[in-house]
C-alpha cells in the first residue's frame, strides 16, 4: 500500500536544516536539503531576453551582448555554491566566465567556442546546488 | 529522539502539488563542490566529497564520502573561468569510479588549463 503525506513544509525534528535521507542503495544517508537545487534556470539572451523556466529566480540581467545575470528570489547563505551550467542549445555555445558571484545573484558569459567570442546564445541552463540563507 | 516517516508521495495540504518520493530521492544531487583550482586546490562548499585531488593542470579528482552504487553517474561539469577573463570553458569529466570522478579542463584552444572557480555536480544511486 502506497502512503502519502499532506504537508506544506517539511523541518527536520532535531535541526530544522537537516532531513535525512536513505540512499537507494540503502548504505548510506544523505542531507536531503543539501542535495536540492536551491535555484535553477533556463534561458535566451538574444535579442529578446527570456526566461523559458526557472526556480528561485527573481529576475534576469542583460548586462550586453552575451554578458548576463541571474538574481535570486532567496539568498544563497554565501557566494560559496556550485553552478554547473550547459550553453546554448546549437551553435557550440556555452556558460563560462562567472564575474561577480554574490550570494544573492551571479554573473557569467554565454561563449561561442569556436570562435571564443562573448556571444548571445539560446536557451543556456544554470543549475545552482549550495545552501540557501 | 530521531524521527523517521516512510512515505511515497508528499504533497500540500491544498492538494494541488505532490511529488513521489522516488523523485526526490533520484532527482537530488549526491555530489556537488564549488572549487578552486588553481596554486593549491581548495573546496569552497561541497557535499559528499571527502577531499580533492590535483592531478597536474587543468586535472582534479573529486572523492566521495558515500560512494555511489555504479560507476553510471551523471556528472556534470563547468569552468568558471581562468581568471584573465578569455574563455576557459571546455570540461570532460571521465574515468568515473564509484568513489570518485575525475575531471578535466582545458582552454578553446585545447591546452590544460587550471580553473580559479569550477562547478561540478553529479545525479544517480548511492550505495
Request: proline share 1%; aromatic share 8%; net charge negative.
Amino acid at each position: 500500500m502506497s502512503s502519502k503525506i499532506l504537508v506544506d513544509e517539511l523541518a527536520g525534528k532535531t535541526a530544522a536544516g537537516n532531513i535525512t535521507v536513505t540512499s537507494e542503495g540503502g548504505s548510506a544517508t544523505m542531507q536531503l536539503q543539501q542535495g536540492l537545487a536551491k535555484a535553477w534556470i533556463k534561458f535566451t539572451n538574444k535579442t529578446s531576453n527570456i526566461i523559458h523556466v526557472s526556480f528561485n529566480i527573481s529576475s534576469f540581467d542583460d548586462d550586453g551582448t552575451g554578458d548576463f545575470g541571474i538574481n535570486f528570489t532567496n539568498s544563497m547563505s554565501s557566494a560559496e555554491y556550485s553552478a554547473p551550467s550547459s550553453g546554448g542549445e546549437d551553435n557550440r555555445y556555452t556558460v563560462t566566465n562567472f564575474g561577480t558571484v554574490l550570494s544573492s545573484a551571479m554573473d557569467g558569459q554565454t561563449r561561442q567556442t569556436t570562435t571564443n567570442n562573448v556571444a548571445d546564445a539560446d536557451r543556456s541552463s544554470i543549475e545552482i546546488l549550495g545552501d540557501l540563507a | 529522539m530521531v524521527g523517521i516517516v516512510k512515505v511515497d508521495t508528499l504533497q500540500n495540504n491544498a492538494g494541488t502539488s505532490s511529488v513521489d518520493m522516488g523523485y526526490v530521492v533520484n532527482g537530488s544531487a549526491k555530489a556537488w563542490v564549488d572549487f578552486n583550482g588553481t596554486g593549491t586546490v581548495s573546496i569552497d562548499d561541497s557535499l559528499n566529497i571527502s577531499s580533492a585531488d590535483d592531478d597536474g593542470t587543468g586535472d582534479y579528482g573529486f572523492n566521495f564520502t558515500s560512494s555511489f552504487a555504479s560507476t553510471a553517474y551523471c556528472p556534470q561539469a563547468t569552468g568558471r573561468g581562468d581568471g584573465t577573463g578569455e574563455g576557459s570553458w571546455c570540461t570532460s569529466t571521465r574515468v568515473p569510479a564509484t568513489s570518485s570522478c575525475d575531471i578535466f579542463y582545458f582552454s578553446n584552444s585545447g591546452a590544460d588549463q587550471d580553473q580559479t572557480a569550477l562547478s561540478w555536480s553529479a545525479l544517480g544511486d548511492l550505495a
